[in-house]
């Protein structure tokens, strides 16, 4: 039906109509990013939303290539809902330790050994200012060191944390 070789004809009209051209462009992550962290409350969307994406950027170009890594829109909106979920607990808190939470929290226990310390440095180039948050696990951390305790064993740091 190639109108340009001899011998074809052009397409009816009514056939033309169902096989119209179809721009498609890649989605602008950063402002979808802005917008949704503005839907959660955060006020510094705009700084936020381009620390997050480029985060998913360098992680794409400088860790490994695994089959269970993604770096997309999916990440980037579990990693909003994450923050979204942690700034409705803490309203008042500082929005950059929020979404530097959930990036760990979210993306830390995907990756390997090897790619875990170039995420921490790439997290700490984006964010330099911004305190690491600490897990609050008092309650499991006081339960663990009495379990510990109760088996005669020596409740060391390492140890702890491990488990």
């Known amino acids: 039906m190639n109108p340009t070789y001899k011998g074809r004809q052009e397409l009816p009209d009514n056939l033309k109509a169902l096989f119209r051209p179809v721009a ?7 402002l979808i990013a802005e917008i949704l962290l ?6 510094d969307s705009t700084w936020l939303s381009n620390k997050l994406v480029d985060t998913f950027n360098l992680c794409s170009q ?3 290539d695994q089959f269970h890594y993604d770096y997309g829109m999916r990440a980037v909106k579990s990693t909003i809902a994450a923050a979204g979920l942690l700034k409705r607990n803490n309203i008042n808190g500082d929005e950059s330790e929020i979404v530097l939470k959930a990036l760990i929290d979210i993306n830390l226990p995907k990756f390997l050994e090897q790619d875990i310390m170039l995420f921490q440095y ?13 897990k609050q696990l008092g309650l499991l ?11 005669n064993l020596s409740p060391i740091p390492g140890f702890v944390k491990k488990i």
Request: hydrophobic fraction near 30%; glycine fraction near 2%.
């Open 24 to 30: 498609m462009m890649v989605p602008d992550y950063k």
């Open 38 to 43: 503005y839907s959660f409350g955060f006020k």
């Open 62 to 64: 400088q860790l490994s």
């Open 122 to 134: 790439i997290i700490s180039d984006l964010f330099p200012k911004t305190k690491k948050p600490e």
């Open 141 to 151: 951390t006081n339960s663990i060191n009495d379990s510990i305790k109760d088996l």
